[in-house]
């Protein structure tokens, strides 16, 4: 924080600080033994707030699980990407091009570089490049379905598959139209290319029972 603070976040200084924080999560204490992953992807609130999704991560670990959800970065350089497709296809704005393909390819070089000091490490899993987590929708669904979170969860969902997760749960709000329209919308093709995998939309309705919810939740991963 104090490098941020002071404008001394170069290249240099993030991978010092990368190699930090990989050191200091290094040192917590994990028990032996493997147990079922499970993916969570979804509208990105439900995805990351314990609000949101009631605290989802913590009910899967009592369960026996091991909660596996990407990181944020992908996520920004998907709005980023989003922004681009709309000033090239929609607003035919050359400038705005530009603009947002020279932001793009610099943070995506950031995030190479992330990924690379994270990579050194025997610990730790990574995420997709994000060019690379791109690619994976194809023959999916377009890029050019960039509501909401749109393309994204269909890349996220492969990505956990290809990452050991047996069952995906993608979360959403009740009565959000985006997504019932774009995250249920991928889930016959994806259940034709993985099979053996339980991919699931569970649907955060708080008039509806913990007990459901959490039945619907157990029933999605078995």
């Known amino acids: 924080c104090e490098s941020i603070r002071r404008h001394r976040n170069g290249r240099h200084t993030r991978e ?3 190699r930090y924080a990989c050191e200091v999560f290094s040192k917590v204490p994990v028990k032996p033994g493997k147990k079922k992953r499970v993916g969570i992807t979804g509208e990105i609130y439900m995805k990351y707030s314990k609000l949101g999704n009631d605290d989802i991560e913590s009910f899967l670990l009592r369960q026996g699980m091991e909660p596996y959800s990407g990181g944020f970065v992908n996520y920004c350089l998907y709005l980023v990407d989003t922004e681009r497709y709309k000033a090239e296809k929609y607003q035919h704005n050359p400038i705005m091009v530009k603009a947002c393909a020279f932001v793009l390819h610099r ?15 025997d610990r ?8 690379e987590l791109k ?21 996220e969902v492969i990505q956990y598959v290809e990452k050991g997760c047996g069952s ?5 709000p009740f009565g959000c139209l985006v997504s019932h329209v774009c ?3 991928i889930l016959q093709r994806l ?26 939740i157990l029933l999605g991963i078995s």
């Open 16 to 18: 010092k600080n990368y």
């Open 107 to 121: 943070l995506c070089e950031a995030q190479k570089h992330l990924l690379t000091v994270i990579g050194e490490t």
């Open 124 to 131: 730790f899993q990574t995420d997709l490049p994000f060019p």
């Open 135 to 155: 690619e994976k929708v194809q023959g999916i669904l377009a890029e050019g379905c960039n509501t909401g979170d749109g393309w994204l969860i269909a890349a």
């Open 168 to 172: 995906v749960l993608i979360l959403h």
């Open 183 to 185: 995250e249920r919308g």
């Open 191 to 216: 259940h034709a290319r993985f099979p053996d995998v339980s991919i699931q939309t569970i649907e955060y309705d708080y008039d509806q029972s913990q007990t459901l919810r959490e039945s619907r």
